[in-house]
């Protein structure tokens, strides 16, 4: 029920009608005049809410309500079981599609990271996403960013190389 102090007064004369269009807005029914007539104890015509310029400005107040509730919703106001079930199933495949294509993404991103590291390239790539520290954040998120654990050369290697280089 709408409560702000510009609609006391008046509308306590028509106490029926914002009972009707409190359950047309809760029930998401269309808002009209006809529809408030029908449901209406003592109203019979449209046009005598039409015509009344209180009950008029009621109406206009409501269906502006429903607008707003509906666009915030983001769906349509009444589907028909038919139409409601194909939505949800053209909602599911897109989200099935982009979730796929998310998948490829994902797996062609590691691939090229992965060859950018074993051509020597890696130091070099990761200074160019120093500056895009969320964008890294965000690919391991994702699981595009590759794992490799680095194993430290044995102490052997390490003197065999340097008596080799001698």
Do not use: C
Request: net charge neutral; no cysteine; proline share 3%.
């Amino acid at each position: 029920m709408i409560n702000d102090s510009s609609d006391r007064g008046r509308t306590d004369q028509e106490p029926e009608m914002l009972s009707v269009l409190d359950d047309l807005l809760a029930r998401d029914q269309d808002i009209t005049a006809r529809a408030v007539a029908r449901l209406h104890p003592k109203i019979n015509a449209a046009s005598s809410i039409t015509r009344n310029v209180e009950r008029s400005r009621l109406l206009s107040i409501y269906q502006q309500r429903q607008a707003e509730f509906r666009q915030w919703r983001g769906r349509p106001a009444k589907l028909a079981g038919d139409a409601a079930a194909s939505a949800l199933a053209d909602r599911d495949l897109y989200i099935s599609e982009l979730e796929s294509q998310v998948a490829l993404l994902t797996s062609s991103h590691v691939a090229l990271i992965r060859a950018i590291g074993e051509l020597g390239g890696f130091n070099k790539w990761a200074q160019f996403y120093t500056s895009y520290r969320e964008t890294r954040d965000k690919l391991g998120q994702l699981g595009a960013m590759p794992e490799a654990s680095v194993d430290s050369i044995p102490e052997s290697r390490r003197n065999r190389r340097r008596l080799q280089e001698e």
